[in-house]
């Protein structure tokens, strides 16, 4: 078993950044591939970002690249996210995951899921 905390969320106007951070705890020797999901109110989860095992494969989607950044400290157990330039369109709960083995943009595929941190972006 994993377990996987969230933090770093908050309120913040458009144009700014935030960090979210990871921290898993429990089994974590295996390899694991992390990464973000998002759902914003009224719609379907999905997809931000993966980051496999060694950190040098990453994924993310269209809606984040070029703002985005992930990476991990596998000494620390914790994968972060950069965000920059947020717009009001990422506002959204965020959640962290964890799979073993390598990435992908299927939420169905990860085990292991943490329970969310808010970001608010305001315009």
């Known amino acids: 078993q994993v377990q996987l905390v969230e933090s770093g969320g908050g309120l913040v106007q458009a144009g700014g950044s935030l960090r979210l951070s990871c921290a898993a705890s429990?089994?974590?020797?295996?390899?694991?591939?992390m990464g973000w999901f998002r759902q914003a109110p009224g719609k379907e989860r999905e997809f931000v970002v993966f980051?496999?095992?060694?950190?040098?494969?990453?994924y993310y989607a269209d809606s984040v690249k070029g703002r985005f950044t992930i990476s991990r400290d596998n000494a620390k157990n914790t994968v972060y996210l950069q965000m920059n330039s947020l717009k009001p369109e990422d506002t959204a709960v965020y959640y962290c995951?964890?799979?073993?083995?390598?990435?992908?943009?299927?939420?169905?595929?990860?085990?292991?899921w943490g329970q969310g941190t808010q970001v608010t972006v305001s315009s």
């Open positions: 429990g089994r974590t020797s295996s390899n694991y591939a």
């Open positions: 980051i496999n095992w060694s950190g040098g494969s990453t």
């Open positions: 995951v964890a799979k073993s083995g390598v990435g992908h943009v299927g939420a169905a595929l990860y085990d292991y």
